[in-house]
C-alpha cells in the first residue's frame, strides 16, 4: 500500500534504484552480454547456475524464467499431473497455488501456523490421501519452514517434499540453506526479491542429477538436442542479460542479508513491547533472511494510515487469501487461519535501502500509534 506522500522525505517499502540502479558492476555485466552476441543460454546463464548451486548447497541448479514455471517445472519433472493432489500451505502468494493447477494436479490447502505463516507440520498427516503426490514447502517471508518435521510427517510415504523458496534466498536451517531442503526446489529472482533480477527469472535446485536434466529438458520444449523432442515441453530458460546481474548481485547477497537482519533484530527489540501488535516468532534452528517483515493488529487500516500520515510506505501480503480470489473461490476451501492474516497483516519497510535514520522514523511511527 503506498503512503500518500508528506512534507517528510519518504521512507520508501522498497527502493530497487537505490538497491541495483547505480551499480556500475551490473551495468557492466549486462553491457557485456550484449556485446557477446550470445543472447539466450550460454556462458553467462552457465556460470549462474555453477554459483547458484554452489550456494545453495546443491549439485545441480537450472535457470528458469520466472519463479511460476520454476515452480511448474519441478512438479511436471516429478510427475506430477491429473488425478495428483499436492498440499499445500493456505497462507502464500498464489503462484504455489497456480503452479500446481498448471501441472494439472489439485491443490489441498492446509491451513499455517499464524506466527510464522509457514505450514503447520501437525496438520500435515489428515491431509495426506492415496492421491497425494507432493507437498509444496513455502518459506515465507524469508523464514524456512520448519521441513525437518514435515518430512517426518510425511515419513513411510512416496510424497516428494518440495521448497518453494521464491523468497527465502540464502535462509538457512539447522545449518542447511533452502534450495537443499526438499528433493527439488524452485526460485524466483523477480527484481524485488532478495536475489533480484532486472526482470523475470526463476531457477530450480536439486540434488537429484535426473530431476535436474529433466527440468531442462522440459524448459527447453522436452528437448536435449536440438529439433529432437523427447516429450511435450515448454519455453522457459533464464535470459543471459538476468543470469550476469544476478552473477553480480549474488556476490552481495550475504551482506544485503545481514542488514535486513540487522534491521529485523531492530524491529523485534522495539516493538516487541506493543502488546496490540504481533509480531513474526522464529522458528528454532532456522535464520531468515527477512525477505518481508510482516506485523499483524487488528486495527491494520488504521495504522497504516497512520504511517502513512508520516511518510512511511507500507505493503500487504496478502489482502485477498487465494481461497478468496476469483482463481480458487469456487472450491469451497474454509480457511480461517489465512482470512484471519489477510486482514491482519502488514509489512513494514525492510531491505538494503533503508538507512539506521529511515529505521528510526519507521519504529517512532509505529510507537506513537495510538492504539
Known sequence: MAAARTAAPTVPFLDLRAIVGEDAEVAEAVARVVRSGRYVGGPEVEAFERAWAGFCGTRHAVGAGNGLDALTLALL???????????????TFIATWLAVSRA??????????????????????????PRTRALVAVHLYGQPADTDRISDALAGSEVALIEDAAQAHGAMLRGRRTGALGRIAAFSFYP???????GDGGAVTSDDEELARRVRRLGNYGSERKYEHLERGANSRLDPIQAAALSVRLRRLEADNARRRAIADTYMDTLG???????????????????????????????????AERGIETGLHYPVANHRSGAYADQ????????????????????????????????????????
Open 77 to 91: 519433472a516429478l510427475d506430477v499431473g491429473p488425478g495428483d493432489e499436492v498440499i499445500v500451505p493456505s497462507w
Open 104 to 129: 494439472g494436479a489439485k491443490p489441498v490447502p492446509v491451513e499455517v501456523d499464524p506466527d510464522t505463516g509457514n505450514l503447520d507440520p501437525d496438520r500435515v498427516a489428515a491431509a495426506l490421501s
Open 192 to 198: 524485488g526479491k532478495n536475489l533480484g533480477a532486472l
Open 273 to 307: 513491547g506493543l502488546e496490540w501488535l504481533r509480531l513474526p516468532r522464529v522458528i528454532d534452528g532456522a535464520e531468515p533472511v527477512w525477505h518481508l517483515f510482516v506485523v499483524r493488529t487488528e486495527r491494520r487500516d488504521a495504522l497504516a494510515r497512520h504511517l
Open 332 to 371: 469451497g476451501f474454509d480457511l480461517p487461519i489465512a482470512d484471519e492474516l489477510a486482514a491482519t497483516c502488514l509489512s513494514l519497510p525492510i531491505g538494503p535501502h533503508l538507512s539506521d535514520a529511515d529505521v528510526e522514523r519507521v519504529i517512532e511511527a509505529v510507537t506513537s500509534f495510538p492504539a
